[in-house]
């Protein structure tokens, strides 16, 4: 860009000629530029070259998933099952995994915990894991839903429901389309995990389904090393 050339025509220029492909990641990767300039004006916080990037391809491939589902926002889930606001006891003889995830950046770290219940409602184990790095959120919220379903793998032949809050992820999941990125990795594995284990089901819940005790779990995350 050369110097004293307006955004506007620089951007112009750049998408003239371009395919839709092309346009849609230079747009995106603008985007992604912007808000890095914002983080480090107003938090003080640099990105890194590769979060700016990588953070852009996610959000592309969170958008096209979200388009080809139709769907005019992602707050209003359409999927039989989501979207529950209290929560529930799990089918007799079933268990229940909730997740949930964190970034901590003052501390440099971030972190997972699972709570897994019975059919009564009764807490029968919970697991946190803690990460030396700031990792992106959608990241995180990822890899906390590949562990429930590792997990899952392990209880042979009960049904296990596993819930998350991170509708994004969910979705990316479920999805079947390609996604480049450090988190389209680990969304993959959660595909295969899902493709393996017979006994499984993912659900989107919000925010205030999610049981105390989780809460409690996520507050331990920061003492795991």
Not at 140 to 162: R, Y
Not at 179 to 195: A, H, I
């Amino acid at each position: 860009m050369e110097a004293g050339m307006e955004f506007s025509i620089w951007l112009k220029n750049r998408l003239a000629g371009q395919t839709k492909e092309n346009k849609a990641k230079i747009i995106t990767l603008c985007w992604s530029i912007w808000r890095a300039r914002n983080d480090l004006l107003w938090n003080g916080k640099r990105w890194k070259e590769l979060r700016i990037v990588a953070n852009a391809w996610e959000y592309l491939s969170q958008w096209r998933i979200t388009q080809n589902r139709g769907m005019q926002a992602p707050l209003y889930p359409d999927f039989p099952g989501d979207g529950a606001v209290i929560w529930g006891k799990p089918h007799y003889n079933e268990g229940k995994i909730s997740v949930d995830a964190a970034v901590f950046e003052e501390q440099g770290k971030s972190g997972i915990g699972l709570i897994a219940r019975n059919h009564e409602g009764w807490l029968i184990a919970a697991k946190t894991r803690s990460f030396a790095e700031v990792m992106n959120p959608s990241l995180v919220e990822t890899i906390a839903i590949k562990e429930a379903l590792s997990w899952a793998k392990e209880w042979d032949s009960t049904t296990v429901t596993i819930e998350s809050d991170c509708l994004a992820v969910v979705l990316m999941v479920r999805s079947s389309a390609p996604m480049r990125s450090r988190v389209g990795q680990v969304v993959e594995e959660c595909r295969n995990l899902v493709r393996d284990v017979n006994n499984v089901k993912l659900y989107f819940v919000k925010l205030t389904c999610r049981p105390m005790s989780l809460l409690e779990c996520h507050m331990c995350i920061l003492c795991v090393s």
